[in-house]
């Protein structure tokens, strides 16, 4: 190759590298955040029931939290709906809350009654219809959930399930600190 072409050669690929450089400059800060981590505060949302009653996040500071992602059609979530219901029924009296966000814009919102009626689930069920709250939680799988503290801060993320009764025991106790 001859000193023309390789000055070509060059040429182009700097031309190459400042134009990723400046394509990946322009990527809007909500491409670029990472997911809600352990000692983050939990990203805010508001969403509805199922029979349009508004929660939004905020309504809960000073309460320990779990917010779960899940959807009807996912065996995980549906297998640890049971031993969520039983640890919301064992701790809500000290203050623990369970939002259960159901991932309305990827489910069948008409499966939810049935579902909650199937395992008796007591807490409220949000539909997160636009993908909002999956979108600030950065939910890459289902269920997803979030401890949360009285301080609005996560105390622990559990990606995949489900989670025992042990676990989820054990992340309600450290959260209610």
Same mark, same amino acid.
């Given at each position: 190759m ?8 060059y040429t182009l690929i ?6 990723w450089?400046?394509? /990946?400059?322009?990527?809007s800060? $909500?491409?670029?955040?990472?997911? !809600?981590?352990?000692?983050?505060? /939990?990203?805010g =949302?508001?969403?509805?029931?199922l029979?349009?009653?508004?929660y939004?996040?905020s309504?809960?500071?000073g309460q320990?939290?779990?917010?779960n992602?899940? $959807?009807?059609?996912? !065996? !995980?979530?549906?297998?640890? %709906? +049971?031993a969520?219901?039983? %640890? @919301?029924?064992? @701790?809500?009296?000290r203050?623990?809350?369970v939002?259960?966000?159901n991932?309305?814009f990827?489910?069948k919102?008409?499966d939810i +009654?049935? =579902?909650?009626?199937? @395992?008796g689930?007591?807490f !409220?069920?949000l ?5 909002? $709250?999956?979108?600030?939680?950065r939910?890459?799988? %289902?269920p997803s ?5 009285p301080q609005?801060l996560?105390?622990e993320?559990v990606?995949g399930? +489900?989670?025992?009764?042990a ?7 450290? $959260?209610l600190?």
């Amino acid at each position: 190759m001859d000193r023309t072409h390789r000055v070509i050669l060059y040429t182009l690929i700097l031309i190459a590298g400042a134009a990723w450089i400046a394509l /990946a400059s322009d990527a809007s800060p $909500a491409e670029t955040l990472s997911a !809600p981590q352990t000692g983050f505060y /939990a990203p805010g =949302f508001t969403l509805q029931t199922l029979e349009g009653e508004t929660y939004t996040l905020s309504d809960f500071k000073g309460q320990a939290l779990l917010i779960n992602m899940w $959807a009807t059609w996912c !065996p !995980p979530c549906r297998a640890e %709906m +049971p031993a969520i219901e039983k %640890m @919301y029924r064992e @701790y809500k009296d000290r203050g623990f809350v369970v939002l259960a966000v159901n991932s309305a814009f990827q489910d069948k919102t008409q499966d939810i +009654p049935a =579902f909650a009626l199937e @395992y008796g689930l007591t807490f !409220p069920i949000l539909l997160d219809k636009a993908g909002e $709250a999956s979108r600030a939680y950065r939910v890459a799988s %289902m269920p997803s959930s979030y401890f949360v503290n009285p301080q609005g801060l996560i105390t622990e993320v559990v990606i995949g399930g +489900p989670m025992s009764e042990a676990l989820l025991r054990a992340r309600i106790e450290e $959260a209610l600190k």
